[in-house]
């Protein structure tokens, strides 16, 4: 089919551009380049326009059909020849009468997202509406067809549909001798000369002719059994491959791809700056957050060492009033002595207790304005996190355990097992 090669690049570069816009989505890159990757696969999906002109039953349905292999244009019910026939690519098919001038078909064939193709009415028949609408698709036309039976290849009509489009200079206009299977070689190639006289007084830069028979072609392409010798009988690969060189690997849409692909090595390379920046700077970060988290740590460090002295503080008391207190039972009745050893091992096991709570929340209330100042001088200003409150009642609370666990008479195994919990809440 026609225009492989063009679509099989454009398929590989429109791949491209999609995974580099969504490593732009994921860099976060600026509105204007999220954009300008967007209209350029844009640009890319916009599809072909083939316009086919000549005279009434001179096979443009079968070049039509032949060029893409299936069946696009019906032949044996065709469309109403006064109209202009647009086909393009729709869900369900459908015909949707636009205007009195032309009929657009909405046809659920893939092919058609890539090609949108117009079926002039014969030059005898068409209107100087109709005219009217051509000249504003010739500009658009990425291939005009001029197709000529070789049974009528002299018409009036014809020269002067000529000589009219001619005025316009569309680009890529290509010249179709059709049906040439109805006669013998040297009459087709007397009729190609003549006719390459006609066009060149009109299109001087482009008036070559192609001989060929769309009705080979197209049963090469679909269920002929000898698709090779049909194929090579209906000349069809010399008019494909100037098609292909001309229309798809040649002119804007050639320099479409041209753009996209450098554009999208321009994007690239400022991704990668980006992404090397980007990587440069979590690499200063993370040896920044080494420091801080080292820093921590021996603050951390620091703070255990204390809360271990106020461990060690409550065993030393327990223990001492535990012997005081067994040195007043052996002088004093036990009933006797009993409010005193409570009153004295709660004094001294709070007194000790608190003495270590101040140091511990001294270091602590210390230890958060130098972090903070070093995390200001380390990393640039932003969203810091709010200084938190004073330790005011998580001290409260904490020696309300402590006090409360003294006061129930527990064990020094209790505060080991409990100490370091309350410590690190």
Not at 41 to 70: C, H, Q, T, Y
Not at 282 to 309: C, F, K, M, P, Y
Not at 363 to 368: A, S, V
Request: a negative charge; hydrophobic letters at 40%.
């Amino acid at each position: 089919m026609i225009g492989d090669q063009y679509l099989q690049t454009r398929a590989q570069l429109g791949t491209a551009l999609f995974s580099l816009s969504t490593l732009a989505h994921g860099l976060h890159a600026g509105r204007d380049m999220l954009q300008t990757l967007q209209d350029l696969r844009s640009d890319l999906r916009e599809p072909f326009l083939i316009m086919v002109a000549g005279e009434e039953k001179s096979g443009k349905s079968s070049l039509i059909n032949a060029l893409f292999g299936r069946e696009i244009v019906p032949i044996a019910e065709p469309p109403a020849r006064d109209k202009i026939h647009v086909y393009k690519y729709g869900v369900e098919a459908q015909e949707v009468p636009a205007y009195d001038q032309f009929i657009e078909h909405f046809l659920p064939d893939t092919l058609l997202r890539d090609f949108n193709i117009v079926d002039t009415p014969a030059s005898s028949t068409i209107t100087h509406q109709q005219l009217a609408v051509v000249d504003q698709l010739l500009p658009e036309a990425d291939l005009v067809l001029f197709v000529y039976s070789i049974t009528n290849p002299w018409s009036a009509s014809s020269r002067e549909f000529l000589s009219h489009i001619s005025a316009h200079q569309p680009r890529n206009a290509m010249f179709v001798l059709q049906q040439c299977d109805l006669r013998d070689a040297l009459e087709v190639e007397a009729v190609v000369a003549h006719l390459q006289q006609i066009i060149g007084e009109r299109f001087p830069d482009g008036n070559r002719v192609f001989p060929v028979s769309a009705k080979k072609a197209f049963l090469a392409k679909t269920d002929a059994a000898d698709k090779e010798g049909l194929f090579q009988q209906s000349y069809f690969g010399p008019l494909e491959s100037y098609i292909d060189d001309t229309a798809f690997n040649s002119g804007p849409r050639a320099d479409t791809l041209r753009t996209g692909c450098q554009s999208a090595q321009i994007i690239l390379g400022m991704l990668a700056e980006k992404t090397r920046n980007a990587h440069a700077a979590i690499r200063r970060d993370i040896g920044i957050l080494t420091e801080l988290n080292a820093e921590l740590e021996e603050r951390r460090a620091q703070a255990v060492r204390l809360a271990g002295g106020v461990q060690w503080a409550v065993a030393q008391s327990y223990d001492r009033v535990q012997k005081l207190g067994e040195e007043i039972l052996q002088q004093k009745a036990k009933t006797a002595a009993k409010g005193g050893i409570d009153e004295k091992m709660e004094e001294s096991m709070t007194g000790q207790i608190r003495h270590a709570m101040e140091l511990l929340e001294a270091d602590m209330l210390q230890t958060w304005p130098q972090f903070h100042e070093i995390v200001l001088k380390r990393f640039p200003p932003g969203n810091m996190a709010e200084q938190p409150g004073d330790l005011i009642s998580e001290r409260a609370q904490l020696l309300l355990q402590i006090d409360t666990a003294v006061a129930g008479k527990k064990s020094p195994e209790y505060f080991g097992r409990q100490a370091p919990q309350w410590f690190a809440d």
